[in-house]
């Protein structure tokens, strides 16, 4: 009978160690790895959707122009005067992104890493935004974000982050190698633009990411960061995503989280328990904190626990009935006003 026990006991303990690292590799791929055929689908669409769109617009009649500006400002009440403002700048914007610079660098690991630079029309213009998209987006997700940075008056660096749209890389990390990328763009920026002052600004896991560079060695041209719905910890999104999309149950989440972190460690050399309110001990440019109050995916205590244990010069703002990325459309006036506040505070204007 102990015989038999035995061998049943070794083939359970089998059984459960295979399903813990097969789990575990699953579903590290499912989120880490970037390069499936259904996400460069999804990209191509996209790419043929907003090149359409860009052609359509700058063809476009002056009726037409107005048309679209009132469907961008929805939330908001033109009047005739500022819709002709509105419609100029949008002119100078489109202008711009027809001649779109292509960017290149290499990453500290041998990746090519695209970037695209919108040069706003202002002369002598040294103010530098660098813009990061979501979790398996591109830089034609935040378009519409550049065109209300442009109107401030920055010139816009929009990024591919490495393993997305056409920078090169199959896996991420989600921040930990990201961040060390954002540190390269924005010293390319001050190495070829000297008198440059320079911000970065990122939504979901492009906050994430920008938080953590601000703690890397930046150039003195580097002024602040804005962040948009970041989220503190990576296995706590993870756990999130597993309990309330996957509908995975709790009591399993914990070893699945453990086994995701192995395969982490040894495709990424990176860990799933990573701490961005840790990593901001280092840094020491003011930080702007964005977050909707109705964020369930990735909710605003995120943002307020950092807010309330970072040191330096911040700001934080709280937008209401706000979802997840949803906070510039609720309320559109006070978010630009807000990053407009805080961006007079810490950059000289020419």
């Known amino acids: 009978m102990n015989k038999f026990i035995k061998i049943f006991?070794?083939?359970?303990?089998?059984?459960?160690?295979?399903?813990?690292f097969i789990s575990g590799y699953i579903f590290f791929n499912l989120i880490f790895y970037t390069r499936s055929i259904q996400d460069q689908e999804i990209f191509q669409r996209n790419l043929v959707h907003h090149t359409h769109l860009m052609n359509n617009i700058s063809l476009a009649k002056s009726s037409e122009l107005d048309m679209f500006l009132q469907a961008i400002n929805k939330n908001n009440k033109l009047d005739k005067h500022e819709l002709i403002k509105e419609k100029l700048s949008l002119y100078d914007f489109l202008n711009s992104y027809n001649n779109i610079e292509e960017l290149n660098i290499t990453s500290f690991d041998n990746l090519n890493l695209k970037g695209y630079l919108l040069k706003n029309n202002i002369e002598n213009n040294n103010k530098f935004v660098v813009i990061v998209h979501p979790y398996k987006g591109s830089y034609l997700d935040v378009l519409l974000v550049s065109f209300e940075f442009y109107k401030l008056g920055f010139n816009c660096l929009l990024l591919d982050v490495r393993g997305h749209g056409n920078s090169e890389g199959s896996y991420i990390t989600l921040v930990d190698k990201e961040r060390k990328d954002i540190r390269d763009w924005v010293s390319y920026i001050a190495k070829r633009y000297p008198q440059s002052e320079i911000i970065t600004?990122?939504?979901?896991?492009?906050?994430?990411?920008?938080?953590?560079?601000?703690?890397?060695?930046m150039p003195d041209n580097y002024k602040l960061c804005i962040a948009d719905c970041p989220f503190n910890s990576i296995n706590e999104v993870l756990y999130n995503v597993g309990k309330y999309i996957m509908k995975i149950p709790s009591i399993l989440?914990?070893?699945?989280l453990s086994s995701i972190n192995?395969?982490?460690?040894?495709?990424?050399?990176?860990?799933?328990?990573?701490?961005?309110?840790?990593?901001?001990?280092?840094?020491?440019?003011?930080?702007?904190?964005?977050?909707?109050?109705?964020?369930?995916?990735?909710?605003?205590?995120?943002?307020?626990?950092?807010?309330?244990?970072?040191?330096?010069d911040k700001d934080i703002l709280i937008v209401k009935d706000a979802g997840h990325c949803e906070s510039c459309f609720k309320d559109k006036k006070n978010y630009y006003n807000k990053i407009k506040e805080f961006c007079d505070k810490y950059i000289k204007y020419n």
Not at 9 to 20: D, K
Not at 290 to 298: L, N, P, Q, R, S
């Open 9 to 20: 006991l070794i083939i359970i303990s089998t059984i459960l160690s295979l399903a813990y």
């Open 253 to 256: 989440l914990p070893f699945i």
């Open 262 to 312: 192995i395969f982490d460690n040894i495709i990424n050399g990176s860990s799933i328990y990573f701490s961005v309110a840790n990593t901001l001990e280092k840094s020491k440019v003011p930080i702007l904190f964005i977050h909707g109050d109705k964020d369930y995916f990735i909710p605003s205590f995120n943002s307020e626990y950092m807010y309330n244990n970072y040191k330096k």
């Open 201 to 217: 600004y990122g939504m979901s896991m492009g906050a994430s990411i920008v938080l953590t560079a601000s703690s890397e060695k």
